[in-house]
């Protein structure tokens, strides 16, 4: 895939990600102040055990959402917009976008060239380290070959 090719297909994939942002905004915001989000439970969410007389006249323990029971006295409550029950949690939607997000923004600008590649002290690294000391090591009982690599090594390291 060419460059052209991959920044076109991020393109596309931030457009959706913004839609699913949009989405999420509009779940959250607060009826009661739109410029702040309500990240509190929603009434599809919470279950609760609640009494309700039979027909006998004892009590029986239910167990229902708020939205059921909201549903049950449309008439006596006022109107109440339910939101699909089997959904996911914009909430946890946003988050898990975000996470997302970090690495494809790096290669982002990467691919546009504005973050520097990431510099590797190889000389300082274990890795390397561990090598040298074993090229050193096993170069012990050549005495002056083992001095020519340590003063390349040296040379080299600057």
């Given amino acids: ?9 991020i393109d ?22 739109p410029s702040r989000y309500e990240v509190g439970p929603r009434a599809e969410n919470v279950k609760v055990v609640y009494l309700e007389r039979g027909e006998d006249g004892k009590m029986t323990r239910k167990k229902a959402t708020i939205a ?4 049950r006295v449309a008439g006596v409550a006022p109107e109440i917009r339910l939101v699909e029950i089997k959904h996911s949690d914009p909430r946890e939607l946003v ?7 970090e690495g494809l923004s790096e290669l982002l600008a990467r691919i546009r060239g504005e973050l520097p590649e990431p510099t590797v002290a190889v000389l300082v690294s274990p890795a390397w380290l561990e090598l040298r000391s074993r090229i050193l090591g096993a170069l012990e ?10 003063a390349a090594l040296v040379a080299h390291a600057g």
Avoid: G, H, I
């Fill in 12 to 33: 596309r994939c931030l457009e959706r990600v913004n839609l699913l942002f949009d989405a999420c905004d509009r779940w959250l915001r607060d009826p009661d102040d």
């Fill in 95 to 101: 988050l898990q976008a975000s996470k997302r997000l």
């Fill in 141 to 150: 009982p050549y005495p002056k070959a083992r001095q020519a690599v340590a």
């Fill in 1 to 9: 895939m060419s460059a052209t090719q991959t920044l076109e297909q």
């Fill in 68 to 71: 059921e029971l909201l549903e």
